[in-house]
């Protein structure tokens, strides 16, 4: 089913929500976004447990905004899991379809493969309380799953995970949503997370739509400051003038052809990732995009090395082979090519 949020707008006391979205049939969308910019609050909105001031919310052309919570045939795990501690695992996976009168072979059967689904053969009769974070969390998401929702919200579910067993569960869950074909939005403030498993990605800030697009687009061709700071490494240097019609750019330490030129703000940054400028090669005769400096301080991260570059009065960075022979206190020219270079 798909989902389309249409100028839902939300007013608080210090804090506005106007969100303008929509979600493919069989897509999994994150939003992703810093802590208090309308990530879970659009989620609620649409769960039905948070009203909207104005707009619309179609759900396969039906406005859910019209509709009761507990009648959109929407499923939500949250970000605590909300288990009922009393009850088995089984029980607890059961609880939905029991209120929905299910037939008892019924409900077997479905509690049975679900369980199979997420993995959790054998943990019918345990009692949830009793169970890791990581088990807990399949629980929950068989429960969610088990009524046949037309939408699968996910609040933040691998917050309270350590980050191995985070990795282990992000893909498990991406395999069922691909499994079952289910449309779901998924929370989360962890851009690794959010570029792992989603299809696209909205990034919201301040409670709008930032940019929507592919996990690849957005951090390869991000359209705004924000986009290119907020998720992974950025340069973002102040652009001196642009010469629109070369696509050309001059900035505080050389000359450099882009790739793009946003329309907008008066105020321009040259963007560029640091694992795309590299080393010049004296082969190279580049005039433009290419710049010199010394190297002030350098981290080892295992695959790669982390170096930070002095150059005009910036500070640059770059990402290079683990075993490159560059070092502190080494003169070096870099280049960028033009193809990963933007005006933002």
């Avoid at 979600?23 to 609050?41: D, F, N, R, Y």
Wanted: negative net charge; glycine residues 6%.
């Amino acid at each position: 089913m798909s989902i389309q949020l249409n100028n839902i707008h939300r007013d608080f006391d210090d804090f506005t929500l106007h969100m303008n979205l929509e979600v493919q049939k069989g897509e999994l969308v994150s939003l992703l976004g810093p802590s208090g910019c309308g990530k879970s609050t659009t989620l609620r909105i649409i769960a039905g447990f948070e009203e909207a001031d104005s707009g619309s919310l179609l759900l396969d052309g039906t406005d859910l905004l019209r509709i009761a919570p507990e009648k959109r045939e929407i499923a939500m795990v949250f970000q605590d899991y909300a288990l009922f501690p009393h009850m088995s695992v089984f029980e607890n996976i059961a609880f939905g379809p029991r209120i929905r009168k299910w037939k008892k072979e019924a409900i077997t059967e479905e509690v049975n493969r679900y369980l199979k689904i997420v993995h959790l053969e054998g943990f019918s009769d345990r009692r949830t309380e009793n169970l890791s974070g990581g088990e807990q969390q399949r629980v929950a998401l068989a429960r969610a799953l088990i009524t046949r929702p037309k939408l699968l919200l996910l609040d933040e579910p691998l917050s309270a995970l350590d980050a191995r067993l985070r990795k282990n569960l992000r893909r498990e869950i991406r395999n069922i949503q691909k499994e079952l074909g289910i449309t779901t939005i998924y929370v989360t403030h962890d851009q690794e997370e959010a570029l792992a498993i989603s299809d696209r990605i909205a990034l919201i800030n301040e409670g709008q739509c930032i940019q929507f697009d592919t996990p690849r687009n957005l951090y390869r061709k991000p359209e705004r400051v924000f986009s290119a700071g907020f998720i992974g490494n950025a340069n973002l240097i102040p652009v001196r003038s642009l010469d629109r019609k070369n696509n050309l750019a001059e900035t505080g330490f050389g000359r450099f052809a882009v790739d793009y030129i946003s329309d907008g703000a008066d105020e321009k940054f040259l963007f560029f990732r640091p694992d795309k400028c590299r080393i010049k090669e004296e082969k190279d005769e580049s005039l433009w995009n290419t710049f010199s400096g010394t190297i002030v301080d350098e981290e080892y991260t295992g695959s790669r090395k982390d170096l930070e570059i002095q150059s005009g009065g910036f500070t640059i960075r770059i990402s290079v082979a683990e075993d490159s022979p560059a070092g502190i206190n080494q003169k070096i020219t870099l280049h960028v090519p033009q193809e990963h270079c933007r005006i933002l």
